[in-house]
């Protein structure tokens, strides 16, 4: 296996063989001698350090991750000894903030080094286009190419998608998110494009977004050990297993978690996998939480390769396969039961809480309901609070580029 230093890997992306990077040795960091009580973006220093270790980058962590994570990472009671992980309080209400605000400042810090500009090309059907735009806005030296498909995202998601500008163009592709991907992948085997910029991809199989998803389950593990004197165990709603690899990534650097919960949508791959115990990939239905809508997760790879063993993995780990009417029953009920308002995603989470018998678990929550009135309003039959953050996002002046799924048309405004 080639090995390359951090920084080289976050640039690129993905291997030349196609395959995913991943650290070479999982440091060990002893969670007690972490002060208590500091704050999200000082604990995100002391962790990614480690990682960046004899890097050029190591000297920009702490920098980076006051500029990234300037917003709270909240943990909230939910009674008793459960906890909910509020992920999504950063500048487009989704987890997806914490990792594409990281690599952003990571690529900042490196196109300067670079001949050309950097282009970064993103298909998106959820939160992934939004957090990526927000986190490059009117940033130097680095370009963004978001392509979604015309049908297939929300009104919501749209304007998420479309109101950005300056160095943010975004495509309305004719086709499904399929021919976004399949354009995606062309544009960069194309000679003409990588003469003129240094292409990238910010997808969650980089690097540099799922440090820092590791980095928050590092601190609320040890937020839960200081408090209860237990490890922590997680119920982690995912899709492409990019969310629930930070849970296992900050076990392996010796955090105190006992336990790991998958909860899935009705996508069956990951729960498949987990009974018959072979990984086969299969395309993706569409389900409420959609951003999870995934049949073939990437980071699978990542997750075999630090679990060899099978078993291993079901000794620490369990899936929940979550279906779109219990999600609906579940966003009814919490929000008539306990008075909160949740998006489908993290649904799935407190779904599979009560199929569990035992207590004291970290709930985490991805997105914020605002970005799913029209799945949660007529369920809960009131109107979701929008945060200013979104509002402010949405009543911006649109602007995109419509686009037939050919490459010559992208190529054109690129
Ligand atoms: C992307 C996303 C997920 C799933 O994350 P993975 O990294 O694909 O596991 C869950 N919830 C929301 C709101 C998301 O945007």
Not at 364 to 371: E, G, I, L, R, S
Not at 393 to 405: C, D, G, H, M, V
Request: charged residues 20%; hydrophobic residues 40%.
């Amino acid at each position: 296996m080639p090995k390359i230093k951090i920084s080289q890997a976050i640039l690129t992306g993905l291997a030349d063989d196609g395959g995913l990077f991943i650290p070479e040795t999982i440091p060990q960091i002893d969670q007690k001698k972490i002060p208590q009580g500091i704050s999200f973006p000082e604990f995100a220093d002391l962790f990614l350090q480690a990682f960046f270790e004899g890097d050029e980058l190591q000297k920009h962590v702490s920098d980076m991750c006051s500029s990234a994570f300037n917003f709270p990472i909240k943990i909230s009671s939910l009674g008793g000894k459960n906890q909910l992980l509020e992920l999504y309080h950063g500048p487009t209400s989704a987890f997806k903030d914490v990792g594409a605000r990281f690599l952003s400042e990571c690529l900042q810090k490196l196109s300067g080094k670079l001949q050309k500009e950097l282009l970064i090309l993103v298909a998106t059907s959820g939160d992934t286009g939004g957090a990526v735009a927000s986190a490059f806005y009117k940033k130097r030296a680095c370009r963004v190419g978001l392509l979604f498909p015309k049908a297939g995202v929300s009104p919501s998601q749209k304007a998420q998608l479309t109101c950005w500008g300056e160095n943010i163009q975004s495509f309305e592709v004719s086709g499904s998110f399929d021919d976004c991907q399949r354009l995606v992948k062309s544009a960069f085997q194309n000679q003409a494009l990588k003469d003129k910029y240094y292409l990238t991809s910010a997808n969650s199989i980089n690097i540099a977004r799922l440090l820092p998803q590791a980095a928050y389950y590092a601190y609320s593990s040890k937020n839960y050990f200081d408090s209860f004197s237990k490890p922590a165990k997680y119920i982690v709603p995912t899709g492409n297993m990019g969310n629930v690899y930070g849970a296992f990534l900050a076990k392996a650097c010796g955090f105190p978690i006992a336990e790991i919960v998958i909860a899935t949508n009705a996508n069956k791959t990951i729960s498949d996998f987990y009974t018959e115990e072979v990984y086969k990939p299969r395309a993706s239905i569409k389900t409420l939480a959609n951003a999870m809508d995934v049949g073939a997760p990437s980071n699978m790879e990542r997750i075999q390769y630090m679990y060899r063993d099978i078993s291993k993995l079901k000794q620490l780990s369990s899936v929940i396969l979550v279906t779109d009417s219990d999600i609906q029953k579940t966003i009814k009920n919490v929000h008539a039961k306990d008075g909160i308002v949740i998006c489908p995603h993290t649904a799935t989470a407190f779904f599979a809480k009560e199929m569990l018998d035992s207590d004291g678990w970290i709930l985490v929550a991805t997105a914020h309901p605002a970005k799913f009135t029209e799945v949660i309003e007529p369920l809960i039959q009131q109107k979701i609070d929008v945060p200013d953050v979104l509002n402010e996002l949405t009543s911006r002046p649109k602007s995109y580029t419509s686009i037939n799924a050919q490459l010559d048309e992208l190529l054109a405004f690129l």
